[in-house]
């Protein structure tokens, strides 16, 4: 039995002449949490479209939860949940009655729908608005029910698809905590987000796509070290970014960068160093134009 709840090798997938996915190769261990980065239309959407069966991959080879997502669909399906970017909740029913009815549809008794609504209402912050139609709720409180919702039923593997998008600070970092408390029951957890300081947060690796291909794999602080040790970041009057250079931090590669730039920038322009950040990350890998970067 493998030790990986999601095996993605050589998936290729184009729309007509269009190539989105050129060739990934993908290893999620299970009970994680897996971040996937890339610009729009890189291909993040595509991808989980195909890992939940809702797509077929033109070649290669995909296994979720141990079973061929081509060849073994229905067991690929009954084992995985899935959130998409928007809120799948009718709004003229109340967050116990949505529970309710998708428990039913899961094929769960009515005693264990009540149990299981009851269950991820409180576990999901929502029992003092269960009986509010949804059409009343926040932004944040629609999110955590989607996802509840994605949770009727048991399932080992679940897929977000950017699931914090549009939401608030408070309600982002709340369903933080949420998709964390499901990696300690030892769900696998394979999201795709627009935030870099998610992907940072939460998961225990990260694959940066662009182009149709995986262009970096690791931790967070494995991908940060890539860029280099530090970066010198330099910003105009406006507290603009107008410059970032990667730099070693020792006094003679600050020195030299300074000097090298000494002519090419405002006198006025304010210099600080900092630690890489994931924004430096993404721009590195996925435009290969972080200014200065040295091999």
């Known amino acids: 039995m493998s030790n990986f709840a999601i095996e993605v090798k050589g998936l290729r997938k184009s729309f007509g002449s269009q190539i989105v996915l050129d060739g990934i190769d993908l290893a999620v261990p299970a009970g994680t949490v897996f971040a996937l980065l890339g610009p729009n239309g890189a291909g993040k959407t595509t991808l989980i479209h195909i890992l939940s069966t809702l797509t077929a991959p033109d070649q290669g080879s995909v296994r979720v939860a141990g079973y061929d997502v081509v060849t073994e669909k229905n067991e690929v399906k009954r ?14 029913l109340t967050a116990e009655e949505n529970l309710r009815m998708i428990c039913r549809l899961s094929g769960l008794t009515s005693a264990e729908s009540g149990a299981r609504t009851a269950e991820l209402l409180k576990q999901f912050g929502l029992s003092s608005a269960m009986g509010k139609r949804v059409k009343t709720y926040s932004g944040g409180m629609r999110r955590r029910l989607d996802l509840a919702i994605s949770l009727a039923a048991s399932r080992p593997v679940l897929f977000l698809d950017e699931p914090t998008t549009g939401l608030d600070t408070i309600s982002r970092r709340s369903l933080w905590d949420i998709i964390l408390q499901l990696k300690e ?8 987000t627009q935030y870099l300081e998610e992907a940072d947060q939460l998961a225990d690796t990260i694959s940066v ?5 995986v262009v970096a794999t690791g931790t967070a602080e494995e991908l940060k070290s890539r860029v280099g040790g530090e970066v010198i970041e330099l910003r105009n009057e406006k ?4 410059r970032m250079i990667s730099t070693n931090g020792s006094i003679h590669d600050v020195r030299q960068t300074l000097n090298e730039l000494a002519h090419t920038v405002p006198q006025e322009a ?16 996925t435009t290969k134009n972080l200014e200065g970067t040295r091999s």
Do not use: C, Y
Request: glycine share 6%; aromatic share 6%; no cysteine.
């Open 79 to 92: 084992s995985i949940s899935l959130t998409g970017q928007f809120a799948a909740v009718d709004e003229m």
């Open 185 to 192: 029951q030892g769900i696998t957890i394979f999201l795709t």
């Open 209 to 213: 796509i662009a182009d149709g291909h």
């Open 239 to 242: 507290e603009e970014v107008i």
């Open 270 to 285: 304010r210099v600080s160093i900092r630690k890489p950040s994931m924004d430096d990350v993404f721009l590195a890998l």
